[in-house]
């Protein structure tokens, strides 16, 4: 579920009358100048041209105050979900911004457009690709991938040579995708055993881009966000998949930590304080090993454990997700409250729990939630979550 989305709900509580008011003062009249970028976007969820056009004003033009610096950056974020064409020329200035965001969120949002690129367009990204730090490298080769436009100057090429995974991982992208050169793919698979979790986060989104679904079992494995995996594995797979392809999307959905691919080698956690370290780092290679420590201990223990967890650190959404897996992997009924109250949470920054709470409903027999997970399929905007509730549907 893209995130912006997200936010879109979590600030529907906002007037569209009232976002284009605020994003039209001044900060310094304001009590709270990061609300300025709330009402972008809020702004990017509606359709009038008067919003359109607040947007346009406030997307246009470099500024130094940071909260106005923000609220361009989230402004021209926002034109890219309207989509709205006569915006072009406004993304297309800022581009050449002196903020180095501006440019990033610039090329995302002629990515989210998903319309070939004129000359204008193209050779600005291609000077970005020349000349830009690594992140604007990065993001120009993906909007060339994403759109799948060709360059004939070997620009992007020469970028394969480039040190930085980030660079030259997209660069490889994109010459699967584009001019299909599949003898790379081992290289991108390669960068999944990175020990940098930024580069092993960046192979996942590269094989995306790339777009063969023969790694799609590699990615499957792979320590990282799981909706980062299955952003990518509904990528580089068609609408309609085959059996195997639905098979590896399952398990990975399901998410258990014993069937993933470690890179680090850890000394397995002797203590609940421990394993609660491991769930609420940030690199979430730690988050599950913490997870696969809790599944291998004895029957007797690990209820109280589980309950434990969520009693004192449930908040962290990195260990609600992981308690989830862990209620809904082990079969636990006694912790079903845990999988119904996930199911039903409205916080955003919960949501892939919802994906293993759905699993949890299946596993554990609550048919009770049914009706609760046919309301999920139907309302929600997010592949992956849609895609889980329609598979437990079927065999709750």
Request: charged share 25%.
């Amino acid at each position: 579920m893209p995130s912006s989305q997200r936010f879109d709900n979590l600030f529907s509580w906002m007037g569209e009358q009232q976002a284009i008011e605020l994003l039209s003062q001044n900060v310094s009249t304001l009590d709270n100048p990061g609300i300025k970028y709330i009402a972008a976007t809020r702004l990017g969820a509606c359709s009038s041209r008067d919003s359109l056009d607040a947007l346009v004003a406030a997307a246009t033009g470099d500024r130094d105050n940071i909260f106005d610096s923000i609220t361009r950056r989230k402004s021209i974020e926002a034109l890219g979900r309207r989509r709205d064409l006569s915006t072009l020329p406004t993304i297309y200035e800022a581009m050449h911004s002196s903020d180095e965001q501006t440019i990033v969120n610039s090329v995302d949002t002629l990515i989210h457009f998903g319309i070939p690129l004129d000359a204008q367009f193209k050779s600005s990204l291609l000077k970005i690709i020349q000349n830009g730090s690594d992140i604007l490298k990065r993001v120009a080769i993906q909007c060339f991938t994403r759109l799948e436009m060709h360059e004939c100057n070997g620009i992007i090429h020469e970028q394969e040579s480039n040190p930085n995974i980030l660079v030259n991982g997209a660069s490889i992208a994109y010459s699967i995708r584009v001019e299909d050169d599949k003898h790379k793919l081992h290289i991108l698979e390669n960068h999944l055993n990175d020990l940098n979790v930024i580069h092993r986060r960046s192979s996942v989104i590269d094989i995306g881009d790339a777009g063969d679904p023969s790694l799609l079992s590699s990615i499957s494995k792979a320590a990282v966000s799981m909706p980062l995996r299955a952003k990518s594995a509904f990528k580089m797979t068609s609408k309609i998949k085959t059996k195997s392809q639905r098979t590896l999307i399952n398990q990975m959905l399901k998410d258990d930590s014993r069937h993933l691919y470690f890179t680090q080698k850890f000394d397995a956690p002797n203590d609940l304080e421990k394993v609660c370290d491991f769930l609420k780092h940030r690199d979430e290679e730690h988050q599950y090993f913490g997870a696969k420590t809790v599944l291998s201990w004895p029957a007797s223990t690990v209820t109280d454990a589980i309950k434990s967890i969520w009693d004192h650190h449930g908040s962290d959404y990195g260990v609600h997700y992981q308690v989830n897996c862990l209620v809904s992997q082990l079969g636990l009924k006694e912790l079903s409250y845990i999988i119904k109250e996930s199911l039903l949470e409205p916080a955003p920054q919960y949501a892939k729990s919802k994906i293993a709470a759905t699993w949890g409903c299946l596993t554990l027999g609550l048919m009770e939630c049914r009706s609760d997970i046919e309301n999920l399929l139907l309302k929600s905007t997010w592949e992956p979550l849609r895609w889980t509730c329609a598979e437990v549907l079927r065999e709750l």
